[in-house]
């Protein structure tokens, strides 16, 4: 285990200055007023400015010279003989230097064994010199320590301090001082300052800068909140945004799933249909050995067969035709519904990004324009509802802001709207029912009922 280091310095409390010596630390008490020393382990090292020969005993020393003197940022270590203060009133001329880097008043030095006087309140010697005021009650407890009147006072106001610890710490320093239990009187301006610093804030006083300090405080949580709630946005929207990019992949994976799955049912249905149609083949077979048949058909059979299939190819037609004309039928146009199904993607493709319910109210309106149709379809071209739902005005607001601006006018052309004018000169895309049948019609309706519920339009 390492043994602990030897203190080789003494530091003072209140400012951090090093100091070589107890002689060095009371000096320093007696100018600075500062009582409370501790050991330190920092050795002193006393460095000289190559400018000016200016000597600093520590970093914050060394940075105040630079800062007030421009060019004077190199230091060297001093010598042995010159590392340390030596006389009161070499550390006195050291004081002096620091306050003149710090742009303050200098006092003067009038001889080793003699006070210091402030240049700038020599006038005051010649005044009254009076008692200054100090503490009362730090008066009586010093009194109850032992301590008489005037030691008493000397003590707090050479250490303007509130601390039994400090005041007798500085007491016991100093009780071989010559004068201390002189009374001590100083001059009333000096008293005055003194006084003034150790003065306690009126309750309105203090009321304000409590009030002041509230304020300060409430505006720095209003700064922080500010920037907190910049940060939680910024956290949301990030949130947002990765939300969205797992919800689209998800949406993604779940429709190659969905494809995956259809494409297997696809194949498992064609092994199944494969496998009846090779047990049908096989019984077509067993049948016709068991009337003594061979069990390929003969020429005149498949002349036969030919004749059957084109007969009853023939007959469906016919009823087609039939239905198609009656207006009934489940027949759907796969050709169309696939161009149509292509005008839709296109829509999508161009607008969706930019204006998605625009899109959506596109598709509404079309599905809307040809259920119109589809519920008047038998309507005579002299009937009202013949005209009203087969002829669009292509100048109208509704048709340019929902149809014409997605490129819907393209949709219906293709289930063949043609544009001509109607009898009162105005321009219109119409409709006969020789241009589209109502099984064409419930088709393109199917394609726009895709478009707007399946999610996966328009994907791929």
Known sequence: ???????????CVTCGVL???VQEAQTHGEITGHSDFSESTEIIKTMRCTACGKRCRNEQEQKLHSNFNEGHEDFVECEEGDNVVQTSKQFKQMKNEMLEDAGLKTKKIVDDDATVIDDANNEENDGEKIEPEVSKEMLDKLAELGFNHNRSVRALFETQSDSIEQLVTWLTEHQDDKGLDEELLVSKKKASAAAQAKKKLTKEEARVAAEKLRL????????????NEKLREKERVKSGKELLEAKKKEDELRFKRNVEVRR???EEEEKAREKIRVKLEEDKKERRRKLGLPEELTKEEIEKEKKRLEEKA??????????EKNGVGVLRPVELAEKLRKNLVEIKKTHNASNAAGVEKCYKTLLTYLGNIAKNFNAQPNDEAYEKYRSIKINGKAFLERIKAFDGDV????CGFVQTVDKNGEAVLHLT????SLQELQAAGIEIDNALK???????
Request: hydrophobic fraction near 35%; proline fraction near 2%.
């Open 264 to 266: 297997m049912e696809k």
């Open 19 to 21: 100091l070589k010596s």
């Open 454 to 460: 399946n999610p996966f339009f328009g994907v791929l």
């Open 314 to 323: 023939q007959k469906a037609k016919e009823d087609q035709e039939r239905k």
């Open 216 to 227: 300060d405080i409430a505006e720095k949580k209003k700064k922080e909140g500010v920037e």
């Open 433 to 436: 029912k020789e241009n589209m």
């Open 1 to 11: 285990m390492a043994s602990e280091q030897k203190a080789v310095s003494l530091k």
């Open 411 to 414: 949709f219906l052309k293709t």
